[in-house]
């Protein structure tokens, strides 16, 4: 998991590193799984052209010999002007002649594995070899530290009647070929360092190349705000896969300033909603009594001045008319106050719940965006919202002396979408719990309590519900369920 954790630059140069050396380390295994393989292979060639030459020879034995040819005589023949002894000297190799029982009758002098002659053969070794279409069976066998391979095969008359077991033992010398591989890996050694050196310096350079657009592309993102104009980013010839990664970039800029517009739009107008609520409900309160005291005041007030009557209905007048200015004015704040028409269409929850996000430049919001589309029929501002809304509750919840965690998710459950907006906050005490949602009411030093109390009037008006669990001291986790249509 360590290797994960490094930058893409290290892991390409370690990868092309590593790749170089399994290589060298594949072609050596390899180039000793050959040597051996031809080693073997020459020895059993070797075994054999000495197996067909000393055939041969005792074929001529038995031809100019004074004996009868039969198993009787196979010891007289052979040990007749010691032939055995002069074959084994002629051809450099031990020759062992059995009777057709396994039993040992005759083997070459100065034989140099005599202690490791068997006097009698396995019977299997007979068995095999009298089932044997060519006559001819090979064991390979290890004694003393040093490998052997045996070859067993019949001594034939003229009428090609077996007459006895001809064992020729060949012991496998492999130092020409241990030379020839230490000498060969050596100098694919050489060959391997100068190749890892060189894929060293080749991963340095093209690792450097390659992360070096994905490096301007982090930078640029690193620098993205919402607050300010975002730059595109320009890069000229690059690969697909960066050319790619660069337009969904700027595509995303191009998205992300439009919802940037939208959203303080919307979170303007709300503003002036919400104000116009407060101040409609200010205004209106002293209206109706001031009209009624105005005007009992008129009723009851005796005019003795002749011209007091005048100057009543006067102040009367211009009273009554600023009143009902005032009014005027309060009912045209209450009427833009009135939440906007709902513009329902198909959207991707998912999508929208991370666009209204991305507003936000606290990297200890976690939301993981990789999960599938959730497709609901709502309003695009209303729901942005409602998520905003709900995240600045759980931001400002959170007090300076803890690490903040707040952590979003969208689920799909029982054909419901369902917001989930968790926080590490201080949490509701229990005396607070009844009055989160009513208008006005706030722990907060500064805001107009609006804000929940507008999330649960859209979630409301989407026959949808909010809930939400808090512990004190551990934190808080609001649920928002909509209907998926």
């Known amino acids: 998991m360590r290797l994960l954790k490094l930058s893409l630059r290290t892991r390409i140069f370690i990868s092309m590193t590593l790749l170089v050396l399994l290589a060298s380390i594949l072609i050596a295994a390899v180039t000793i799984y050959q040597y051996k393989e031809d080693a073997e292979e020459y020895h059993q060639e070797r075994l054999e052209r000495k197996e067909e030459r000393i055939q041969i020879a005792i074929h001529n034995v038995l031809k100019s010999t004074t004996y009868p040819v039969n198993e009787e005589n196979v010891t007289l023949i052979f040990r007749e002007k010691d032939r055995i002894y002069q074959i084994s000297e002629e051809h450099s190799l031990p020759v062992n002649i059995y009777d057709l029982s396994g039993q040992l009758l005759i083997k070459s002098k100065g034989n140099f594995i005599s202690d490791t ?8 070794i007979i068995d095999t070899l009298a089932s044997m279409y060519e006559k001819r069976y090979l064991v390979e066998s290890e004694k003393n530290n040093e490998k052997f391979l045996s070859s067993y095969t019949y001594i034939l008359d003229s009428r090609a009647k077996p007459l006895a077991i001809l064992n020729l033992p060949y012991l496998e010398d492999d ?24 894929a060293i310096a080749l991963a340095y350079f093209l690792s450097k190349y390659i992360t070096r657009s994905l490096k301007t592309i982090s930078e640029t993102i690193d620098q993205t705000r919402l607050d300010k104009r975002n730059k595109r980013i320009a890069i000229g010839d690059t690969s697909e896969e960066i050319y790619s990664l660069v337009n969904a970039y700027n595509s995303m800029i191009d998205e992300l300033e439009e919802s940037a517009a939208m959203l303080a739009r919307s979170e303007r107008e709300a503003a002036w909603r919400e104000m116009a609520k407060q101040v409609a409900h200010e205004i209106k309160n002293p209206l109706t009594p001031m009209r009624l005291t105005v005007q009992s005041f008129q009723r009851k007030f005796d005019p003795n001045d002749p011209q007091i009557n005048q100057k009543l209905q006067e102040y009367s007048d211009t009273l009554i008319q600023q009143i009902d200015t005032m009014s005027s004015i309060a009912s045209a ?68 002396d803890r690490i903040p ?26 005396e607070n719990k009844k009055m989160v949602f009513e208008p006005k009411f706030t722990t907060k030093t500064s805001g107009m309590g609006l804000g929940l109390g507008m999330v649960k009037n859209i979630v409301e008006t989407y026959n949808g519900s909010i809930t939400f669990t808090s512990q004190e001291g551990k934190g808080t986790v609001f649920k928002v369920r909509f209907p998926k249509e």
Request: zero cysteines.
């Open 333 to 400: 704040f209450s009427n833009f106050a009135q939440m906007p028409a709902q513009k329902n269409e198909m959207l991707d929850v998912v999508k929208i719940v991370g666009l209204a996000l991305d507003i936000f430049n606290e990297d200890y919001i976690i939301f993981p965006s990789e999960k599938e589309k959730i497709i609901a029929k709502l309003d695009r501002t209303q729901l942005i919202r409602v998520v905003t809304n709900l995240v600045k509750n759980g931001i400002q919840a959170i007090p300076e």
């Open 175 to 198: 130092d020409l070929f241990t030379r020839e591989l230490v000498e060969s890996l050596k100098r694919l050694g050489q060959v391997y360092i100068l190749m890892l050196f060189i």
């Open 405 to 430: 965690k707040i952590v979003v998710d969208v689920f799909s459950e029982n054909g419901e979408v369902l917001i989930t907006v968790a926080d590490n906050g201080v949490g509701i005490t229990e």
């Open 117 to 124: 002659i068997d006097r009698r053969l396995n019977p299997i």
